[in-house]
């Protein structure tokens, strides 16, 4: 968007904003309409003056908002000048500036209103939903009203004990709903407060609020381990990602046979931490259970996939000495640490196709995601 200006008087920025000021209605309109993002599409800042070099100056000049075309005819005379593109970051603040100046209700104080809120927090959100799929507009507004609000956000932090506070239209939201959105909004927040999400949106909006919302998504970074609720299923930090077979409370129903249960627990130190406990378990586990070579070999030589059918019969006549595959090693584990007090949960996952398919388990709690794959110990036979 070219603005042009007839006379230099304070500077090419206050110059160009006193011309769009004084535009009449009908070209103030065109010039809110291309300063709203257009599906993600954002117009440039250029403010000229007549005496600025052009391309075409056979052309007559034109004062204000410059036309690429009328009726179908190229009118344009393409100025450029050293300094003529003018930022986001440079504009919208001098708008904000001049507002003070004028009384609301009047028609520049007005004027001024809708130019900030062309590039502000709600033109973003719009945008933001526009262009994202999938993205959930009710979501998205929660998020900000999250990161806007001191008390709602230390209710954020300690959502368990705060559904209620989250509900959208009667509905309580998912905490992993209002993670996601928030990890997609601001990506990874570095030490420096840098992102590209981040970038990407200082220079295309002005929001004076985002640096507040910057610090707020830093410290739930720090306390909720995001890793645990960002994309369609849970992310694990590990070489090997794969599909989940089983969530928690999804998983088979069958009761652990008290022989290994009481093997497994037996010299457990007390006041473990949740994932301090569920390591204790997988290791406990890999010792006890022996790994099953027939069934990997059986399956590869009828090149079937690694995917042990679940029996209920099976999975609770497993005592310690027994063989298993990874299938049912994973479920065994995933088994005993969704049965955990607390906030931690066990997924089975599986990785490969066919004959070289493998199962393990992804667990997370607020502070970690990790990946336990079981080993035999003395083979040394992935399990």
Request: hydrophobic share 30%; net charge negative.
């Given at each position: 968007m070219n603005i042009i200006t007839e006379v230099t008087k304070n500077?090419?920025?206050?110059?160009?904003?006193?011309?769009i000021l004084k535009l009449d209605d009908e070209t103030f309109e065109r010039v809110i309409e291309r300063m709203r993002p257009l599906?993600?599409?954002?117009?440039?800042?250029?403010?000229?003056?007549?005496?600025?070099?052009?391309?075409?100056?056979d052309r007559a000049s034109q004062l204000g908002l410059e036309e690429f075309n009328?009726?179908?005819?190229e009118v344009v005379r393409g100025y450029y000048a050293s300094g003529s593109q003018i930022s986001v970051q440079e504009l919208f603040p001098m708008f904000e500036k001049l507002l003070a100046g004028f009384p609301e209700g009047s028609s520049l104080h007005t004027r001024l209103v809708r130019l900030l809120e062309t590039r502000g927090l709600e033109a973003f959100k719009e945008n933001y939903v526009n262009t994202n799929y999938s993205a959930n507009s009710d979501v998205v507004n929660k998020v900000f009203e999250i990161l806007?609000?001191?008390?709602?956000?230390?209710?954020?932090?300690?959502?368990?004990?705060?559904?209620?506070?989250?509900?959208?239209?009667?509905?309580?939201?998912?905490?992993?709903?209002?993670c996601t959105a928030i990890w997609r909004i601001f990506g990874e927040i570095h030490d420096n407060d840098t992102s590209r999400e981040l970038e990407n949106t200082?220079?295309?909006?002005?929001i004076p609020e985002l640096?507040?919302?910057?610090?707020?998504?830093?410290?739930?970074?720090?306390?909720?381990?995001?890793?645990?609720?960002?994309?369609?299923?849970?992310?694990?930090?590990?070489?090997?990602?794969?599909?989940?077979?089983?969530?928690?409370?999804?998983?088979?129903?069958?009761?652990?046979?008290?022989?290994?249960?009481?093997?497994?627990?037996?010299?457990?130190?007390?006041?473990?931490s949740l994932e301090e406990k569920a390591t204790y378990v997988y290791a406990k586990l890999c010792k006890l259970l022996l790994y099953d070579e027939g069934a990997l070999y059986k399956r590869r030589m009828e090149?079937?996939?690694?995917?042990?059918?679940?029996?209920?019969?099976?999975?609770?006549?497993?005592?310690?000495?027994?063989?298993?595959?990874?299938?049912?090693?994973?479920?065994m584990f995933a088994r005993f640490v969704n049965q955990f007090d607390g906030d931690i949960g066990a997924v089975v996952l599986a990785s490969g196709e066919g004959?070289?398919?493998?199962?393990?388990?992804?667990?997370?709690?607020?502070?970690?995601s990790a990946s336990f794959d079981g080993t035999g110990t003395q083979a040394r036979r992935r399990i």
């Open positions: 500077g090419r920025i206050q110059d160009g904003i006193a011309t599906n993600g599409q954002m117009e440039e800042f250029n403010f000229y003056y007549v005496t600025d070099s052009c391309t075409r100056p009328i009726d179908g005819k806007s609000n001191q008390e709602l956000f230390d209710k954020f932090l300690d959502y368990d004990h705060n559904q209620e506070s989250f509900e959208i239209e009667g509905v309580k939201s998912p905490k992993h709903e209002i200082k220079a295309h909006f002005y640096p507040k919302m910057q610090e707020r998504v830093k410290e739930a970074y720090e306390k909720i381990n995001f890793n645990r609720y960002i994309g369609g299923m849970y992310e694990f930090r590990s070489p090997v990602s794969g599909t989940a077979i089983s969530r928690k409370g999804e998983e088979p129903d069958f009761e652990i046979n008290q022989d290994l249960v009481s093997a497994v627990y037996d010299g457990m130190p007390k006041d473990l090149r079937a996939d690694y995917i042990t059918p679940y029996s209920k019969e099976v999975m609770e006549a497993i005592i310690p000495g027994s063989k298993v595959d990874c299938v049912n090693f994973s479920r004959s070289r398919m493998h199962s393990f388990v992804g667990l997370y709690t607020e502070n970690v």
